[in-house]
């Protein structure tokens, strides 16, 4: 069954792998051409050990701030999110999902017992932890014996089983909390809420003022990192002992699973009603009652984002405003303009793409349904052909118009709890939000046409999002001119005060024309 699972799901491991090694291929060398040795990085590094900001997006920096340290400071945090955040979708998508849609009953059929299916999504899931931190930590290597000394052999090591922890435990607690509560609707949603839960709690065991609290990163995977230490401490012992805490918390999960009834969860909430009528008036209401969580978990996890970070603008500046090196390098990757304005539109970009990820999912969804025949189901009713991309589409619009209004609302509370005044803060905020509205509608133009005229080839949607976001914030890193980066519609806002109405008026306007041709090719083709 783990060659089976391989098999099922050897695209979604391929390309999340490859995103998270070309990452970490990336950002060594780029810390090498902006601080070539420690006396240019030393004030930058001084900066940022006590700066509440930095401390709350990636942890405490240790001296004396070598390439290695660097790297698992920024880079690890990025990628123990991430790598996260595959092991949520990925164990999801093994054991219990296939376990709802009623698919698992063809397993059983072959005389497999729970037990064995359960021991394959664990065993599958381990398997992708240690192949990402073996990889990881053999980039790291090949960095060590090719250019950069400040990377160590017991570092690069660290690192990668840090990695590998990371995901075990995000997978065994994933796996718990679905034992627990899940239900054929929210299986991502566990998983991906233990993850941010686990960033909040490391965020605030490195911001907190209290000794006590730096003990909380043991309780968190995301803080882990910090506990483990690689390029630093590389504490074998502590690694050993988290090793053991993976291996506990799977056992837990075995446990519960197998104490569970087939497709229910352990405990239920009172007054709920797994079975309640719902009147379903419209494919409009259909796609409602189907994609709400999705609307409502994004809608707030993009307000978080922007509520959490925004305040903490005003404590980067100082570190930023004192280092030259620092501040050329934050003009080459930001766009140009007063400082505080800039960060605030760098954040927005994050929330963008966060935005275009949340209205491309339920397209992607879609075709999963035709593919498994729902959607022959729903034609079925009468309704023409296209009605039911459209359906989908009516859903993606109001999540996105439901993540925008989340977006402009946190971000105005975020900038009132700042301790400095933003010049025209409400105005800037608006068109912020309106700009990421504008990426998301071409983004999901284009999730919109490849769904009515190539459906096969659906998940080729992700790769605009993916080469705009690395357009947009990696694109310095490539040597890219202003002229290229204006390529991709995340470089533009209409906050900037330079910034022209018709370049985003253009991509909505593509992002409509294309939507419509995907209906019509919706309406011209035949289901899957």
């Known amino acids: 069954m783990i060659r089976l699972n391989l098999r099922l799901r050897r695209m979604l491991i391929l390309w999340w792998l490859l995103g998270i090694w070309v990452f970490l291929i990336i950002t060594p060398p780029s810390y090498v051409a902006t601080y070539p040795d420690l006396a240019s990085r030393g004030p930058v590094v001084s900066s940022v050990q006590n700066n509440v900001g930095t401390q709350a997006m990636y942890g405490h920096l240790p001296s004396p701030g070598t390439i290695g340290q660097l790297t698992a400071w920024e880079t690890g945090a990025w990628l123990c999110v ?25 397993v059983y059929a072959s005389g497999r017992s729970g037990s064995s299916r359960f021991g394959a999504a664990i065993a599958t899931g381990t398997i992708v932890s240690v192949l990402n931190g073996a990889v990881c930590a053999f980039i790291l290597l090949a960095f060590r014996y090719l250019s950069i000394d400040e990377i160590t052999v017991a570092g690069s090591i660290a690192f990668g089983v840090t990695i590998t922890l990371t995901m075990l435990a995000t997978m065994a607690i994933t796996s718990i909390l679905q034992s627990l509560w899940g239900r054929g609707t929210n299986f991502n949603r566990l998983g991906l809420l233990s993850v941010g839960a686990a960033f909040l ?39 050993l002992v988290l090793a053991i805490v993976c291996a506990a918390l799977i056992g837990v999960a075995f446990t519960l699973d197998s104490r569970r009834p087939f497709d229910e969860s352990l405990l239920h909430l009172r007054g709920s009603k797994r079975y309640r009528e719902r009147k379903i008036r419209s494919l409009y209401s259909l796609n409602m ?33 004192g280092d030259a090196t620092t501040m050329q390098a934050v003009e080459a990757f930001l766009p140009a303009g007063e400082l505080q304005i800039t ?70 509370l975020g900038l009132y709890l700042q301790p400095s005044t933003v010049e025209d803060g409400t105005s800037l905020m608006v068109l912020s939000g309106l700009s990421i509205a504008v990426h998301a509608l071409f983004f999901l133009g284009i999730a919109i046409a490849v769904a009515g005229l190539a459906p096969r080839v659906i998940h080729l949607a992700w790769l605009p999002i993916i080469a705009a976001s690395v357009v947009t914030l990696l694109g310095p890193l490539f040597s890219l001119t202003e002229q290229q980066m204006e390529f991709s519609p995340l470089t533009h806002s209409w906050a900037n ?28 083709r035949n289901l899957l």
């Not at 490391?202 to 882990?224: C, E, I, K, Y």
């Open 201 to 239: 709690i490391r965020m605030f065991a490195d911001t907190s003022s209290s000794s006590w609290a730096t003990h909380l990163n043991w309780v968190s995977p995301q803080g882990w990192r910090t506990v483990i230490a690689p390029f630093t401490e590389d504490s074998w012992l502590k690694a």
């Open 82 to 106: 991430l790598s996260s955040v595959m092991m949520v979708l990925l164990f999801s998508s093994l054991h219990r999902k296939p376990e709802s849609s009623g698919l698992v009953e063809y």
């Open 343 to 412: 960060f605030i539109v760098y954040v927005f970009q994050i929330a963008s793409i966060l935005l275009s990820i949340a209205v491309v999912l339920p397209v992607i969804g879609f075709i999963g349904q035709e593919r498994e025949g729902l959607i022959d189901a729903v034609r079925s009713t009468g309704v023409r052909r296209w009605s039911p991309l459209w359906g989908c589409v009516q859903a993606c619009l109001s999540t996105l118009t439901s993540c925008t209004i989340f977006a402009i609302l946190c971000a105005l």
């Open 497 to 524: 005060s330079d910034e022209a109405v018709w370049p985003l008026l253009t991509f909505a306007i593509i992002g409509v024309a294309l939507g419509g041709v995907g209906l019509l090719g919706a309406q011209r």
């Open 289 to 321: 009652v189907l994609h709400r969580g999705n609307l409502i978990t994004w809608s707030i996890v993009i307000g978080l984002v922007l509520l959490i970070f925004l305040p903490l603008i005003d404590s980067l500046l100082p570190s930023l405003q």
